[in-house]
């Protein structure tokens, strides 16, 4: 169902008038409907997804062309070469054979605690906060008691209490979407609350509309911008918090990861006997994807808040007015001597 009086939030018609707008003198049809909620291509956008793009394909694929990376040489510590392109371990394992393969294991953990925690946090925030009362009291209590509860203690409690042989990949998610679900869920509540009062949802409810497909089809795609920036937000603290738990020895013990690799180059005193091949990649791969991560967020939050897409959207058109002012300028001088070129003749 459609909207049944205009928007009031005059930043968001604002968006649109630019947007049109500027399509306009650029001699470029407006964007439709749907690609309202997809972020605007820059440069930052472009360059974010393009760090994405090649350490996800590094993970994918990485690890079909490498050999084996727990293959012990009586090579340790060989610099980087021909043979060894980032060098080997203490042990004489291939640092770049172990880099592929904790790459995959770093992304899968990653996705899964970005999924779970979205999840939980669409849960209990948008359906707590559509059905309201007694409903939206419990669900706001239990979220509130995750959310003073310190997330980094309770992560490496849960973690110890856990044995090694027990502590796979999927134990280490499922602890960090537990302990990181609880603030995006408060966030989809205060959304949700502010869009069940409009009236096309009113009008949803009247005609007799079930309550999931009034949450799915007029509710939820007003929360998409919102809920892909959590998952991108959430994505990044799963890899962080996974890297921080290796590092002290909570990780994933059957697991290859960039954490634990950090950790047994620690524990190798790479750091002491100068082996910067063992510890820089693998931290350089978490700045990197990070970063990524982080330009994109930046983009999509121009879609959460249209004022932010406003003031580039005007930037954009001070500069092309300053630009067609320098252009005239350049050519004003060229007019008079035209004129008393002609005059002469």
Known sequence: MTNLKPSSEPSVADSAELLAETSAEAGRKPRAGWRMLLPTMTPWLAVGLGLIAAITLFGLIGPLFVGDPRTIRDMGLTPPSADFWLGTTQTGQDVLAQLAYATRGSLQIGVIVGLLATALSAFFGIYGAYRGRVVDEAFSLFTNVFLVIPGLPLVIVISGFVPAESRGLWTIAIVLAVTSWAGSARVLRAQTLSVRNRDYVAASQVSGERPWRVIVVEILPNLLPVIASQFVFAVIAAILGEAGLSFIGLGASNSSTLGTMLFYAQNGFALSLGAWWWFV????????????????????????????????????????????????????????????????R
Do not use: C, W, Y
Not at 293 to 320: G, M, T, W, Y
Not at 337 to 342: A, G, H, R
């Open 281 to 344: 990649p693998p931290g350089l791969i978490i700045a990197l994807f990070g970063m990524g991560l982080s330009l994109v967020n930046f983009s999509i939050d121009e879609i959460i808040n249209p004022k932010l897409k406003n003031l580039r959207l005007h930037r954009k058109r001070a500069r092309r007015a300053a630009r067609l002012e320098r252009e005239l300028a350049q050519a004003a001088p060229q007019v008079p001597s035209q004129q008393t070129k002609e005059t002469a």
